[in-house]
């Protein structure tokens, strides 16, 4: 009962028979055409990666940007309060 509880999303979890069994299964239905399907796996999973890393990229530029933001505000409102630094070094 307690290795229910432990996947509560699936009834069991395949073993090493089971898996080569369905193994064998896609293999008899996919047969000619498994090739071009794990080619089709390749590209997208090469879509994917490259996705991911763009997204990474356009988080780091917003990052950037909003810092840059931050900082032009900062200095403009140490500007306006007078508070510039090269007031205060003299």
């Given amino acids: 009962m307690s290795e229910y ?3 509560p999303g699936f009834g069991w979890t395949p073993g090493p028979v089971e898996i080569i069994v369905i193994l064998v299964i896609a293999l008899l239905i996919f047969g000619r055409r ?3 399907i794990a080619r089709n796996i390749g ?3 090469t879509e994917f990666k490259k996705g991911v890393h763009e997204a990474k990229d356009a988080k780091s530029d917003l990052e ?3 810092k840059e ?3 032009d505000i900062v200095n403009e409102a140490k500007d306006a309060a007078g508070l ?3 007031d205060t070094t003299d």
């Fill in 43 to 45: 590209k997208s999973l």
């Fill in 34 to 36: 498994l090739p071009e």
């Fill in 5 to 7: 509880l432990q996947y």
């Fill in 64 to 66: 950037r940007d909003v």
């Fill in 69 to 71: 933001f931050k900082d």
């Fill in 84 to 86: 510039n630094e090269e």
